[in-house]
């Protein structure tokens, strides 16, 4: 029986955490103050973040050793699988050779688990009591409500309103874990009451959202805020996947031609391709491939600059690529993607060049996630649709050309709470929509001013 999945044992689960700074052709532009515009310092995150996670936001250290109480957690689903996608590939009729890392199979169906347990773990170390947190799609709010559940810390959830309406099982689930859940705007925070006078009917946004739970926690001497992407912390804790994914590429006998991953905030995608970057930058000869939203293009037709990394000017002044922190994304159904800018790590190494970054379209997407779903019998999270899409592409580029390619992408999660929008997508209620450059152009015109942007 040919093989289709490549497993690893728990004592080949990583050890270490990967940290691409230490890589970095060019150094991160420092980020800034929100209220001075200056270098931020330890002591400005001290209110909001315990002092481990402020250490690895900023340390220069290669590899970062796991504690021992998260890899007790981790293994509980990892390592995660690596699988060949034959059905796919005889669908399609291509030469490429197709795998996918299986990260749909945590207990909360997604990568976030990978950060949410060390965030939850180094909070609850340092005496905090309650985590207060946003989400978009529900995926980072269902993984931290689980990683608090498991080291004895409350948490407040403020996902943005037009997902909450749309995926009410996440809801379901984050309760279930021992969270509470609010819709974004709310009325529980002067951001989402100013937000909600403004418009009552607001969609929401991931900026915003984050603004209502930095908010919280400033205000709550026992509460501290947890992000699920963008930040350095996060994305080095999603190393793992790709750390393991390199491991099980050896072991199936392939080299990975091109590695993709979809970005929204970035976590996924600097998980599973930041230790490639590792193996690029010390000679080996691969793509990687970002793939973001035509509706939410922040990499494609955004600007790498300094902005606010919330609407209300709570969060810090980061070097990202950004749409405008005033962006107001459309609804559309991969709510994780739907934020304003991008992982600085992430941006910088688009800058310098290191990635390729591509918008896709929304029923491209669900096209080939449905095409996903019929030949490997995953129904793939919207947001995951996007790392197929362009697996899809590059499937049948080779079959045009006629040659063998190795392609691997992040499955970043499942998508079983996101079956409205399949509903949606099967009944051909959903449209593409490409963000006017216009409106990209008005936002941008929102940027802070800041002495050392450049």
């Known amino acids: 029986m040919e093989s289709i999945k490549v497993s690893l044992s728990q004592d080949q689960m990583p050890q270490k955490w990967y940290n691409i700074q230490a890589d970095l052709k060019t150094p991160l532009d420092p980020p800034l103050h929100p209220g001075t515009g200056q270098p931020l310092t330890p002591p400005d995150l001290t209110p909001i973040f315990p002092m481990a996670l402020i250490e690895q936001e900023v340390s220069q250290e290669r590899y970062i050793a796991i504690p021992d109480e998260v890899l007790q957690v981790y293994a509980q689903w990892r390592p995660t699988p690596l699988m060949r996608a034959r059905r796919l590939e005889q669908a399609l009729g291509t030469p490429a050779r197709i795998y996918f890392k299986n990260e749909s199979v945590s207990p909360a169906g997604s990568h976030k688990p990978n950060t949410a347990v060390p965030q939850a773990f180094y909070n609850m170390k340092s005496g905090i009591k309650r985590i207060a947190t946003e989400t978009g799609a529900g995926q980072w709010g269902s993984a931290m409500s689980l990683a608090t559940n498991y080291f004895g810390l409350q948490c407040s959830v403020y996902m943005v309103r037009v997902s909450y309406d749309q995926k009410p099982y996440r809801k379901s689930m984050i309760n279930t874990w021992g969270a509470e859940i609010f819709a974004s705007p709310s009325d529980q925070t002067n951001a989402g009451r100013a937000a909600l006078a403004a418009d009552p009917n607001s969609p929401g946004s991931l900026g915003l959202a984050i603004s209502e739970a930095v908010e919280d926690a400033a205000t709550h001497g026992d509460t501290n805020y947890a992000l699920g992407s963008v930040l350095n912390h996060v994305c080095l804790h999603q190393t793992v996947i790709g750390e393991e994914a390199l491991k099980q590429m050896a072991i199936a006998g392939d080299k990975p031609d091109v590695v993709i991953g979809c970005i929204g905030g970035g976590s996924n995608f600097a998980g599973i391709a930041f230790p490639f970057l590792r193996e690029k930058i010390n000679g080996l000869e691969v793509r990687v491939l970002a793939v973001e939203p035509a509706s939410c293009p922040s990499v494609t037709k955004g600007v790498f600059a300094y902005d606010f ?32 800018g991008m992982a600085p790590l992430v941006s910088r190494v688009a800058a310098d060049g290191l990635i390729e970054a591509v918008a896709v379209r929304q029923l491209d997407c669900f096209a080939a996630g449905l095409l996903f779903a019929r030949t490997e019998g995953i129904i793939p999270a919207p947001e995951s649709t996007h790392a197929i899409q362009a697996a899809v592409t590059e499937a049948l580029k080779a079959k045009e050309e006629g040659k063998e390619r190795v392609i691997l992408f992040n499955l970043s999660g499942h998508g079983h709470f996101d079956m409205s929008a399949y509903d949606a997508y099967l009944a051909g209620q959903l449209t593409n929509y490409d963000y006017p450059q216009a409106m990209v152009d008005q936002a941008l015109t929102q940027l802070p001013k800041v002495g050392l942007a450049g």
């Open 309 to 340: 990394g919330d609407t209300a000017h709570l969060a810090p002044i980061i070097k990202m690529h950004t749409l405008g922190h005033t962006f107001m994304p459309p609804g559309i159904h991969a709510g994780g993607l739907r934020y304003h």
